[in-house]
């Protein structure tokens, strides 16, 4: 009886250091990696559409802030992005999607941001507009990217959005997007980057196959230049941080470590 009493003991201590040593463990990596991250959308859209990364990085542990550019022009959108970066109680992850790799890459110099991710993004290098990269690649035929309007502003085809923006979207929700989305001045994408940091940080890359927004072969010559670490998303879109969450999400926390 003893002898059973005894080996019981001995196999509870066991259980009680092995849960011990995996939380420990489990600290030890939350702590190792980045915290922050900052989430930039880009055109046409506006930052409710990361809600599904955000509430999968929150359920993690990571502290998110979501950056409402105002799509004014590329000096306007780095300052909201700057402002909230010297939010952040440490390093961060930075993250943009479409137009918000320009972004992003301007602001990249930030002392806060440690890694970067380009979400369908543009990753123009210094004195380069975003313009440059457009130009590499035809337009796809289910791009509803519209010319200026008199005031300057680029809007997305309404009849075009669910074909080229958001085919992986119910329609009904892409048609919501479409009649909700907010335009972007033209002379941003006009304008060249200035402090382009993506050679000296880590930085990842995703590619949506089925993109129609932005010509996947752009973004494949763009992050093969800059040597990123990509993940394909085989058939999402160029919704791709709408659709599928859980894949955006998963590049984000490896940057963060």
């Known amino acids: 009886m003893n002898t059973i ?3 019981l003991r001995l196999l509870f201590s066991a259980i009680v250091a092995l849960l011990f040593s995996a939380t420990i463990a489990s600290a030890q990596n939350t ?3 980045i915290q922050n991250v900052v989430l930039v959308h880009g055109a046409f859209v506006d930052g ?6 955000y509430d999968i990085l929150t359920k993690k542990g990571y502290n998110v802030t979501i950056a409402q550019i105002p799509l004014s ?3 306007d959108d780095a300052a909201v992005v700057k402002k909230a970066l010297d939010r952040q109680n440490g390093p961060a992850v930075l993250v943009g999607h479409s137009w918000g790799g320009t972004v992003i890459t301007e602001v990249s110099a930030h002392p806060k941001v440690a890694s970067l991710v380009y979400v369908t993004a543009f990753q123009p290098d210094n004195g380069e507009p ?3 990269w457009i130009a590499t690649a035809p337009a796809l035929p289910e791009n509803g990217i519209l010319p200026p309007d008199k005031d300057g502003l680029v809007y997305y085809d309404r009849d075009k959005f669910h074909a080229g923006f958001a ?3 119910p329609p009904a929700q892409a048609l919501f997007m479409a009649d909700a989305q907010k335009p972007i001045a033209a002379a941003s994408f006009a304008t060249p980057v200035t402090a382009a940091e993506w050679h000296h940080k880590p930085t990842f890359g995703i590619v949506p196959t089925a993109d129609k927004s932005i010509n996947p072969v752009i973004l494949r010559n763009m992050f093969q230049r800059s040597g990123t670490k990509v993940t394909e998303i085989k058939g999402a879109s160029h ?3 709408v659709s599928h969450p859980k894949e955006v999400a998963n590049v984000i926390i490896a940057a963060s470590r």
Do not use: I, M, P
């Not at 409710?48 to 990364?53: D, P």
């Open 130 to 132: 975003t313009t440059k």
């Open 73 to 75: 022009s590329l000096q």
């Open 5 to 7: 009493s005894k080996k």
């Open 31 to 33: 702590a190792a990696r």
């Open 167 to 169: 085919a992986d979207l």
């Open 239 to 241: 919704a791709v941080f």
């Open 48 to 53: 409710s559409g990361w809600k599904g990364v």
